[in-house]
């Protein structure tokens, strides 16, 4: 989608208004905004998007481009306004804007003369008033009340200090709302509040008092991923991770010996239960971490006393290394890249990653950036990118690895989001899937939580645990982590023993669960099935995350972005899309032996069973312990591979693709070399797989672009679902039709 060009805007552009002092502008009405005269640019970012600043007269241009804006060629503003008659109508594409100056404010209307979204502003105070019609209203960033938005008071405050913390979890607030009805609005400067308790948004600005600038972005489209698209546009695509990232992430806490180190990882590898991060927490946080104390960058003697060779060791066994760190310059500023300008500024980012570098070369493979909640929105995006452009200083072609607790609009371009200190009961759980949701819907689409709940509770039992487990296998950020540590580990509920329990003096209602939990046979079993399954399923997983590259859709999506014609689904938080294709209801309920699910129309298919299921109704899903309900939609071809233990495993096996008939359908398969950044060279490979209902036959191409990379000729297995006769092929690049008529 481009922008305008000069001929699609010449029916769009008012008048110039002349460069003339408020005294010389007759009997019309002088704009003034904060008691100061200003000026209003009105500029069509593309078709679908308007941006509306108001500036002072004497600095009357666009606000400046900054870490947050992804964007720098702005178009011309189609209109510059000082003063206004009582009202006046633009044309814009196919819709009209109505500006008008007794309120200030702008209407947008369709084709029809419908209204699609008005903004009133104070003059006086710069709060902005919005149209919030009778349907969800999504967006928001991370944490606060969940699903819908509407009914809250939203202050933007970030960080862990939140009475809903033990549920809702941290917050990273971002000023983009997601009305369902077909706008969104984002609110780029200054910085403020949200409150959609009553039928109109308000939207009021924080801090000194100082009004202007005001800028702000109108998206109006009534299909879903176009408003998604255009806000990567805005504030930047998704980074393409490396592929390890997407495999299982086992966090550590109180460490007793290097041994240990040493033998939860063996253990994993003996057991064949598939793992490809080991993350180590800091001291300070627990009593024996990897570092010396809060903010050092020294190796725990007692534990790494050698962690070269250590590391060397875990990489034999192909996991990467992560390392916790905290206490960032409370005014961090600054780009890695500024060199030698910064070396006198302990705030700057330049001088703070120097800390790092010495970790990076023991051979360091990513970063937890823990904390931060003391500092700026702006300063939270300039550590996301340090994080990112550090490593790749340090390793040009390999693609950097940083999981957050803080950021802002744009953390997407840089790093992963987790959603903080949240309790071990049944309704951080439930709450927790909303949170993912809105996450993604706010262009962040690499998120995740503490498996299990990072503080326990009474609640914490494993069937908790294995609730959650199945959960987090259908969240990017696959990571178990939490207090009494050894209880996140597949196998720690059948050991006998809590381990480190690190409660002490920590706030209610943290306390350990029954010991008579502490003998469970069920849960390892479950969670190396789910292990599994998040492994086979890598190929459909990277394939989406290449989609949200390309387009800025997140991999956890709300029914709203595919169905957003049927209110029941765009109503609904507690279950989800794992992309296009695959439909996902954890189960949150104590004990449940079912779980209700609403299936937009069509026809679906039972992931476990594969029985055909019609949609456009609420169903219920028995379930047992080891069940997590998954509905694959018909149409959909799921490419599932072999069980691994990491996840650059080579290997020689078939790519198995079920096809799931009743309708036309299509998958991109995309492959890479999972690490580099070859890719944008164009070091990549997209299969195209075509299923024709009708004629029962699926079509193999390779796509435009593409190249051939190895495995080399691409083994392929065809299965209808509900069938239990395969097709095999060799693809060798050349277009291939094949009939599933007769199998």
């Known amino acids: ?247 299982y992430q086992q966090s550590h806490r109180t460490l007793a010996s290097r041994e240990e180190v040493l033998s939860e990882a063996r253990r994993f590898r003996e057991e064949k239960l598939p793992c490809d991060v080991l993350i180590y927490l800091g001291t300070g946080f627990c009593p024996s971490g990897w570092n010396t104390g809060h903010g050092s960058f020294t190796f725990n003697p007692k534990v790494f006393d050698d962690p070269a060779r250590i590391f060397h060791t875990l990489h034999q066994e192909h996991f990467r290394i992560v390392l916790h760190v905290v206490n960032p310059p409370h005014h961090l500023e600054g780009s890695v890249l500024d060199g030698a300008a910064a070396a006198k500024n302990p705030d700057h980012a330049a001088t703070y990653w120097k800390k790092h570098e010495t970790l990076m070369q023991l051979g360091v493979d990513g970063w937890w950036a823990d904390e931060g909640d003391d500092l700026t929105a702006e300063s939270c995006l300039v550590r996301n990118r340090m994080y990112w452009e550090g490593q790749i200083a340090e390793r040009p072609n390999r693609r950097p690895y940083t999981l957050h607790r803080n950021g802002y609009a744009g953390l997407q371009r840089y790093g992963w989001l987790w959603s903080g200190d949240i309790d071990s009961t049944w309704e951080a759980l439930r709450c927790q899937i909303a949170v993912g949701i809105n996450a993604g819907l706010t262009g962040i689409p690499y998120w995740g939580t503490d498996t299990g709940g990072f503080v326990p509770t009474k609640e914490l039992t494993g069937e908790l645990y294995v609730r959650w487990f199945q959960f987090s296998a259908f969240c990017p950020l696959f990571r178990s982590h939490g207090r009494t540590w050894k209880l996140r580990l597949p196998w720690g509920w059948d050991t006998g023993e809590y381990g ?30 789910y292990l599994d399954l998040r492994y086979r399923l890598l190929p459909y997983l990277y394939s989406l995350v290449r989609e949200s590259y390309d387009t800025g859709l997140p991999i956890m999506r709300a029914l709203w972005i595919h169905y957003p014609d049927d209110p029941r689904a765009v109503a609904r938080g507690d279950e989800y899309l794992w992309g296009r294709d695959m439909l996902v209801a954890p189960v949150t309920e104590k004990g449940a032996s079912s779980r209700s699910v609403y299936l937009p129309q069509g026809e679906w298919f039972d992931f476990w069973t594969e029985e055909k299921v019609q949609g456009g109704r609420e169903i219920s899903r028995p379930v047992d312990l080891a069940t997590l309900p998954l509905y694959v ?69 390779r796509e435009r672009y593409s190249k051939m990379l190895p495995p080399l000729p691409r083994k392929m297995q065809f299965r209808l679902a509900g069938r239990a006769q395969i097709h095999s092929v060799l693809f060798e690049g050349s277009p291939i039709e094949l009939s599933l008529n007769e199998l």
């Open 1 to 247: 989608m481009g922008l305008l060009g000069a001929d699609a805007v010449t029916s769009l552009a008012l008048p110039r208004m002349p460069r003339t002092s408020p005294e010389l502008q007759g009997s019309q009405r002088v704009l003034k905004v904060g008691g100061s005269p200003a000026e209003m640019l009105i500029t069509a970012f593309s078709p679908h998007t308007l941006r509306v600043s108001l500036v002072s007269i004497e600095n009357a241009a666009q606000p400046a481009s900054d870490l947050v804006l992804a964007y720098e060629n702005w178009p011309e503003p189609l209109a510059r306004l000082r003063s206004l008659p009582e009202q006046r109508t633009i044309k814009w594409e196919e819709l009209s804007l109505k500006v008008a100056t007794d309120p200030l404010s702008l209407a947008i209307f369709d084709s029809r003369e419908e209204p699609i979204q008005s903004l009133h502003l104070d003059p006086a105070s710069g709060r902005i008033e919005f149209a919030v019609a009778d349907v969800p209203v999504l967006g928001l960033g991370e944490g606060g009340p969940q699903f819908d938005r509407r009914g809250s008071l939203y202050p933007m405050k970030h960080g862990q200090d939140v009475p809903d913390l033990a549920w809702d979890g941290a917050r990273v607030p971002v000023p983009w709302v997601i009305g369902t009805g077909g706008w969104a609005i984002f609110f780029h400067r200054p910085h403020g509040m949200m409150d959609l308790r009553s039928n109109s948004g308000v939207f009021a600005p924080l801090g000194s008092g100082k009004v202007l600038p005001v800028d702000f972005f109108v998206v109006v489209s009534s299909d879903p991923q176009t408003i998604l698209r255009e806000y990567a546009q805005l504030t930047g695509f998704p980074h393409l991770p490396p592929l390890w990232s997407l495999g």
């Open 500 to 529: 480190p329990t690190e409660l002490e003096g920590y706030r209610s209602p943290a306390a350990l669960p029954e010991a008579s939990e502490l003998r469970n046979p069920q849960v390892e079993p479950i969670c190396r099935k």
């Open 633 to 701: 939609r018909s149409g959909a071809l799921v490419p599932v591979g072999p069980a691994k233990q990491f996840a650059l495993q080579s290997d020689s096996q078939p790519l198995s693709v079920v096809v799931h008939p009743g309708i036309n359908g299509e998958f991109i398969l995309y492959e890479d070399d999972g690490q580099t950044f070859d890719f944008r060279k164009g070091q990549a490979k997209w299969i195209g797989l075509r299923w024709d209902n009708q004629a029962k036959r699926v079509r193999i191409t």
